[in-house]
Antibody, heavy 118, light 107 residues
Framework: EVQLVESGGGLVKPGGSLRLSCAAS????????MNWVRQAPGKGLEWVSS????????YYADSVKGRFTISRDNAKNSLYLQMNSLRAEDTAVYYC???????????WGQGTMVTVSS | EIVLTQSPDFQSVTPKEKVTITCRAS??????LHWYQQKPDQSPKLLIK???QSISGVPSRFSGSGSGTDFTLTINSLEAEDAAAYYC?????????FGPGTKVDIK
């Protein structure tokens, strides 16, 4: 079964840090570009970051640039998002999403909730 | 940055009715437009890629059309299970962007 499972979310104070993980199974993870997409409570989808299959290309939304770092370990079939200097506006469900042969996000995880609050 | 707008924001529809959702891009994106369905408390699911390409396992009542700046998602003969939010997404240029969503409710 094709699956992405996120973990690492939780409650953190403003200015704090959190590391999200996304474990992949059921497909050739090393062939996929991967992304983080977030959704604030009751709001729409917002792309956060992308990383190419071999980590050669990395991109960030302006809203997280300089604070978040995306990485992957193909040997462990895992994707990561290191989030530093967290703000209240980073509160959201964070999804990992994979792009296979196309540029559409064809595989999604179930999401992990990040709450930034004092 | 490419901005996507969707209309309508919300639509209440009776079963078997036809639903049309539009997505407009702030500049031409060719066919690099994808559609997702998100049911309550679920993650998004890819419905249509590259404006009109069907996805394996997605019911044939879902179809897409358009190119350039104007795109349409059509749901023929709506079923109760189609109650969801629908989002368009452009991958023509970074940053990726999503439309604000269209919520479809069943009367």
């Amino acid at each position: 079964e094709v699956q992405l499972v996120e973990s690492g979310g939780g409650l953190v104070k403003p200015g704090g840090s959190l590391r999200l993980s996304c474990a992949a199974s059921g497909f050739t993870f090393s062939s996929y570009s991967m992304n983080w997409v977030r959704q604030a409570p009751g709001k729409g989808l917002e792309w956060v970051s992308s990383i190419s299959s071999s980590s050669s290309y990395i991109y960030y939304a302006d809203s997280v640039k300089g604070r978040f770092t995306i990485s992957r370990d193909n040997a462990k079939n895992s994707l990561y998002l290191q989030m530093n200097s967290l703000r209240a506006e980073d509160t959201a469900v964070y999804y990992c999403a994979g792009q296979g042969g196309s540029h559409a996000f064809d595989i999604w995880g179930q999401g992990t909730m990040v709450t930034v609050s004092s | 940055e490419i901005v996507l707008t969707q209309s309508p924001d919300f639509q209440s529809v009776t079963p078997k009715e036809k639903v049309t959702i539009t997505c407009r891009a702030s500049q031409s994106i060719g066919s690099s437009l994808h559609w997702y369905q998100q049911k309550p408390d679920q993650s998004p699911k890819l419905l249509i890629k590259y404006a009109s390409q069907s996805i394996s396992g997605v019911p044939s009542r879902f179809s897409g059309s358009g190119s350039g700046t104007d795109f349409t998602l059509t749901i023929n003969s709506l079923e109760a299970e189609d109650a969801a939010a629908y989002y368009c997404h452009q991958s023509s240029s970074l940053p990726h962007s999503f439309g604000p969503g269209t919520k479809v409710d069943i009367k």
